[in-house]
């Protein structure tokens, strides 16, 4: 009964939606040579509704995907959804770039610090713009603080940052956030005017709010330079449990993961998201801890930081996957004004 208003609110939202897309067309230059999916020889509105409810909103989306996960989506033929494929393959523009044109792009990128330096080295300077970057680990490893202490200090990086907290356990704190500003020497006021929180009561209105993040920029003009999504995985995890519908979940996840690694890639802001362990009781040796949403958030995330306890009251934070850093860890604590180094 719940699924099936959550479903009606998504093809309201799909129509809403797609009137939009076609009244910002003609205004917007920007987004104009991003095909949407109308533009597929043979996709009725129908059809197009059934893809945008699960998430296909783009071409780009359409051509990565697998013709089993579009006939699952629309119950369209197998012949259909293979030749959908191979067009939006053959639309998109593969986008080739020079090294020097990357490396110019790679300029741009900004580190947001925390106040550990060994937490920042770890990360090659600091959590990265146009980067996904992930913190796993057990309940009270500190993921949701570091979230909190990088919405204060990416105020310090550009005159009038934003930072966006999709705050999905209801663990959002202003008045820690008074506490981290007067920390870091800056203006709890004005800090807590520039963060801008929402939140999300289930996966849908969690994938909603990051879409939403560009009407932030565009619509309201906001330099947003992080969003923290606290937690990526919790929705999905409790609403797919025991449904047998792994897939789904892994899918709904992939899109919503697309969204945040396309906006933070055009916009230039760093993505920081938390994710939980699950425990593995049949692992004996090593840590038996595994992070939900397995290769999917694995292979989305440009660096994966481990979070655990340390020792007398410590974090330990192991960088898992790095395109550059190398692997390693870094020792901090967590204390009333900020993240701060061991001593
Ligand atoms: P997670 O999100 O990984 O479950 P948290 O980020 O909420 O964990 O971490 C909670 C821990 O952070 C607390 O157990 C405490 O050690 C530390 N912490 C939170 N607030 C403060 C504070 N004001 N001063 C010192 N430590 C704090
Ligand atoms: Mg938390």
Not at 73 to 79: E, H, N, S
Not at 118 to 130: C, I, K, Q, V, W
Not at 163 to 183: C, H, W
């Amino acid at each position: 009964m719940e699924q099936e208003l959550i479903e009606l609110e998504d093809i309201k939202e799909t129509k809403r939606k797609r009137k939009e897309m076609k009244s910002e067309k003609s205004e917007e230059p920007e987004t104009k040579k991003e095909q949407s999916i109308y533009d597929l020889p043979g996709v009725g509105a129908a059809t197009a509704e059934k893809l945008m409810a699960v998430g296909y909103t783009d071409l780009m989306s359409i051509a990565v995907a697998s013709p089993g996960e579009l006939i699952e989506a629309t119950g369209m033929g197998d012949a259909v959804a293979k030749k959908l494929i191979a067009i939006a393959r053959s639309n998109l523009e593969m986008g080739f770039e020079s090294g020097e044109e990357l490396l110019k792009r790679r300029e741009k990128v900004i580190r947001i610090k925390t106040g550990s330096k060994a937490l920042n080295t770890l990360l090659g300077g600091g959590f990265e713009t146009g980067a996904i970057v992930e913190c796993f680990g057990e309940f009270g490893s500190g993921k949701t603080q570091i979230g909190h202490a990088l919405a204060v200090t990416v105020q310090t990086v550009e005159k009038d940052a934003v930072a966006v907290y999709i705050d999905t356990e209801n663990t959002f704190r202003p008045d820690r956030i008074i506490q981290l500003a007067k920390g870091a020497g800056l203006d709890p006021d004005q800090v807590l005017k520039n963060i801008k929180v929402a939140r999300a009561y289930n996966s849908d209105h969690q994938m909603l709010l990051a879409e939403k993040v560009e009407d932030l920029i565009k619509k309201q003009g906001l330099n947003v330079k992080l969003v923290v999504v606290d937690s990526l995985t919790a929705h999905f995890r409790a609403e797919f449990i025991g449904r047998g519908t792994l897939a789904e979940r892994q899918q709904k996840l992939n899109r919503h993961l697309h969204v945040l690694a396309k906006l933070a890639d055009r916009y230039n802001f760093c993505v920081y998201v938390t994710n939980q362990v699950m425990a593995k009781p049949d692992m004996f040796f090593g840590d038996p801890t595994q992070a939900i949403g397995g290769h999917i958030v694995a292979h989305a995330s440009t660096f994966r930081v481990y979070l655990r306890k340390g020792k007398k009251g410590t974090r330990v934070a192991k960088l898992i996957d790095s395109p550059n850093q190398p692997e390693g860890e870094a020792g901090f604590y967590v204390d009333e004004s900020g993240i701060k180094d061991v001593e």
